[in-house]
């Protein structure tokens, strides 16, 4: 059983710049959720998707967007990169709601 | 308003120390979720325990125990006999019926175990 997979595992880019990031969630979960985790902070929800729609948003402007496709998998999109934007982005996947949620090793996004 | 309070910034034990990891929550749900999770400096959280708020037994698991308490709204980890291994940052976290996946985390606390 494959657990949760994030590509890339760094990233640099110039504020202004768009970004995606990607997540294959693991076999037999069909829920996909992200997270933003500043320095020192604990991770925040950005949104979750299950069966190729959002179904649950946290306090993240719209410039924030995903994707899930039919096998599940996700994308994270984040247009006109700011400062602000520069953390650990973490996705988790999940069979339903509130069981364990398995967490891959996350993005690490620079922006400068 | 849903919170969780980890008032421990950073925790300090020589290896063998019990420690005990405080966790403090609000919500207004009488239904909830409550969640421990441990970050290694890899980065991925790792899921350790899931309790639902109608179930107030106490858990152990090895070297770990939870103490769930709805009476102060405390939900608190501790690790006995502790090893360099545990060091990790932990977090626990909340999560509401019908919050479509959003879970509330704590701050964390930073644990480092000495040899």
């Known amino acids: 059983e494959t657990g949760v997979t994030q590509s890339p595992t760094h990233l640099i880019k110039t504020r202004g710049q768009q970004v995606t990031l990607r997540c294959s969630s693991q076999s037999g979960h069909n829920t996909v959720s992200w997270y933003q985790q500043a320095l020192g902070q604990g991770p925040q929800f950005i949104f979750q998707?299950?069966?190729?729609?959002?179904?649950g948003r946290g306090n993240f402007p719209p410039r924030f967007s995903g994707l899930q496709f039919p096998n599940y998998s996700s994308e994270l999109n984040v247009n006109a990169l700011e400062l602000d934007d520069s953390a650990l982005y973490l996705c988790?996947?999940?069979?339903?709601?509130?069981?364990?949620?398995?967490f891959g090793s996350g993005t690490r996004l620079t922006v400068v | 308003a849903q919170k969780v309070t980890q008032a421990q910034t950073e925790i300090s034990v020589v290896e063998k120390e019990d420690v005990t990891l405080d966790c403090v929550y609000e919500t207004r749900d009488t239904t909830y979720y409550l969640f421990w999770y441990k970050q290694p400096p890899s980065g991925e959280l790792v899921f350790l325990i899931r309790?639902?708020?109608?179930?107030?037994q106490n858990e152990i698991s090895g070297r770990y125990s939870w103490n769930f308490q709805k009476s102060t709204s405390s939900f608190n980890f501790t690790i006995t006999a502790s090893q360099v291994v545990d060091s990790a940052v932990y977090f626990c976290a909340l999560n509401q019926r019908g919050s479509q996946g959003n879970l509330i985390f704590g701050k964390g606390t930073k644990l480092s175990v000495k040899p």
């Open positions: 988790a996947s999940s069979s339903g709601d509130h069981y364990g949620y398995t």
């Open positions: 309790r639902n708020s109608f179930d107030e």
């Open positions: 998707y299950y069966r190729e729609e959002e179904n």
